[in-house]
């Protein structure tokens, strides 16, 4: 039987400095990081193991003040087994080195808090024939060993798309792949532009948003853009204008978590149908109950936002050409856009 070994993962909070609202330590730190309850946040506070600004705090009850920066050290659970798992998804290009997946909407790239299977690893594994990997065996056959910076194995994920965006993934089938691969995303020549559609008309309609991204300090399975936060940049063109909303491909410079939908929403142009960045609401045009009723409609037939990931381009690690690949609309996302079209076009 094998034994689990205890980590640690170090998390870093800043306050923010108009933040008003007084919570207890503990509540504020557990609104904000990931995977950790409550409980555990509360005995780390009585161990010893925060500190606010710099000094060791011992009481769960001290209430976090705007400015604070709040250091964790939280214990980690042990990464779980995953079981191959025959569910169906598109390839659109295998070699011996890589597969291209068009991700569909709703299946996770990876398992998690709140969906242990039905991701795409669980049917990445069934397709190469690997049964399982877990914590004494993490090597699966046919997938490269990937994991995160909390442990958790993660085979042959090299990138990752929101679980409800559609479009192109790359997944490695050795480590020496895996590298090559990520190398290119680090120094930032992996080619990937997304189609979205948006509430509004953004001005200039061809732009670069370059805005830092960090966690929302409000809540924590959201982001923001924060001081403080991660560079991210995204450049963007305005592909089609209709009457209330526009069809735009973005490109990233950077790969930050959510990154489109937050830099969209923080220049008042959300996705539409993005239920966690407030693309559910009627952000531009008239509020009759006639367009309530039509965009409820829509959102029916696409509960997600409307985001799809089009093409991806980078040099394969085996032969040194450019590989490029691109994949239309999902039937959902261009269902809307043709509504729109007819309904609300020019």
């Not at 691969?181 to 509430?199: E, G, K, N, P, S």
């Amino acid at each position: 039987m094998g034994t689990s070994v205890s980590s640690e993962s170090i998390v870093v909070l800043e306050v923010p400095e108009d933040y008003r609202a007084g919570a207890r330590l503990d509540v504020y730190i557990a609104r904000l990081a990931e995977n950790a309850s409550r409980t555990t946040i509360q005995r780390g506070i009585r161990n010893g193991l925060v500190e606010v600004n710099g000094r060791a705090v011992t009481k769960p009850s001290v209430t976090a003040q705007a400015g604070d920066v709040i250091r964790c050290r939280l214990p980690l659970p042990p990464p779980t087994t995953i079981v191959a798992e025959a569910l169906p998804f598109e390839i659109i290009y295998e070699d011996d080195r890589l597969i291209v997946v068009n991700k569909a909407a709703g299946m996770p790239v990876h398992p998690g808090p709140g969906h242990r299977s039905g991701t795409l690893v669980n049917a990445l594994l069934h397709h190469v024939g690997c049964p399982k990997v877990c914590p004494d065996l993490p090597a699966p056959v046919g997938l490269s060993t990937a994991h995160s910076a909390r442990g958790t194995v993660r085979p042959g994920i090299v990138h990752r798309l929101d679980k409800d965006t559609t479009g192109l993934i790359v997944v490695a089938k050795d480590d020496e792949t895996h590298r090559k691969i990520a190398c290119q995303f680090h120094r930032r020549t992996v080619r990937r532009t997304y189609l979205a559609i948006l509430w509004g008309k953004p001005e200039p309609p061809a732009g670069r948003i370059d805005a830092p991204i960090g966690r929302d300090s409000r809540d924590r399975k959201k982001m923001a853009v924060v001081l403080g936060g991660k560079r991210a940049v995204t450049r963007y063109e305005t592909v089609e204008t209709l009457r209330h909303t526009s069809l735009v491909r973005c490109r990233l410079e950077t790969g930050r978590t959510h990154q489109i939908r937050v830099h969209v929403r923080h220049v008042g142009h959300p996705v539409v149908g993005d239920k966690t960045y407030r693309g559910q609401e009627l952000r531009a045009g008239p509020r009759t109950s006639h367009r309530r009723a039509f965009f409820g409609n829509l959102f029916q037939v696409m509960p997600r936002q409307a985001l799809h990931a089009e093409t991806l381009g980078f040099v394969h690690p085996g032969t040194g050409v450019l590989a490029e690949f691109t994949c239309d609309l999902p039937a959902d996302m261009q269902h809307v856009l043709n509504q729109l079209r007819r309904i609300e076009g020019g």
